[in-house]
């Protein structure tokens, strides 16, 4: 799942980029608000949360929310602020913020909101993931695969898990090159022009040790399919 985070604090935007890294979503972290708008403006498809600080350069997170909105956009947006007077909290919301964070708080906290703006959102992603054999838990970011009567954990990197989210949310489609690069990358990062097929082939072969082989189909030319088994 992939993040906008827009915070200006660099020790804090750093921090909160990391813990989510940990917890396998991928993180867009800028600094200003003018940079915020021009990654929702291009690329807002992409995302599946927002994380605003209130007071930014250029644009603030009210300003952002409020151009948010009136795109259209539903990308579910959590503020972060010092500002803690219920004046304050009813502004962000009214401005289109769907859940608000008063400063000083805890990375715990971070995370069960945006846990919970996951379920509220108009696609809401459930606890688990589960297609065939494989079930992928977000509660314990792990991914298990149903070996007769019982289940094994397949052990991923983060990029692996993200990867195998991406194809088991669309099954049997061709998902191309660019499309992972765009969902599962940074925009920011410069990976490496083969980094899609070498990390699909690790994938792979953790995979072939459970004998979930060919799940990943190669489609010459034009990108890459999930079968179901």
Request: aromatic letters at 8%; glycine letters at 6%; proline letters at 4%.
């Amino acid at each position: 799942m992939k993040i906008l985070l827009v915070e200006d604090e660099p020790d804090l935007g750093r921090a909160i980029q990391q813990a989510l890294s940990r917890e396998k979503y991928v993180v867009d972290w800028v600094q200003d608000g003018y940079a915020g708008w021009d990654y929702l403006d291009s690329r807002w498809a992409g995302y599946r949360m927002a994380i605003f600080d209130w007071l930014l350069p250029g644009l603030t997170g009210i300003e952002l929310c409020k151009r948010l909105r009136q795109s259209k956009s539903p990308l579910p947006v959590l503020m972060l602020t010092a500002k803690d007077s219920m004046a304050d909290k009813v502004a962000g919301l009214d401005a289109g913020a769907d859940d608000y964070l008063v400063k000083p708080f805890g990375m715990a906290e971070l995370l069960a909101r945006l846990r919970a703006l996951q379920r509220r959102s108009p696609q809401p992603y459930s606890q688990n993931l589960q297609l065939g054999r494989l079930t992928l838990d977000y509660a314990t970011s792990t991914v298990s695969v149903q070996m007769g009567q019982q289940s094994e954990v397949v052990h991923l990197t983060a990029k692996e898990f993200q990867l195998l989210e991406h194809f088991m949310r669309h099954p049997q489609q061709i998902v191309s090159r660019d499309q992972m690069m765009n969902a599962l990358w940074e925009v920011q990062a410069e990976p490496a022009s083969n980094v899609v097929s070498a990390q699909i082939r690790l994938l792979r072969r953790k995979l072939a040790d459970y004998d979930c082989d060919g799940l990943i189909e190669t489609v010459y030319g034009l990108g890459y399919r999930f079968n179901l088994t």
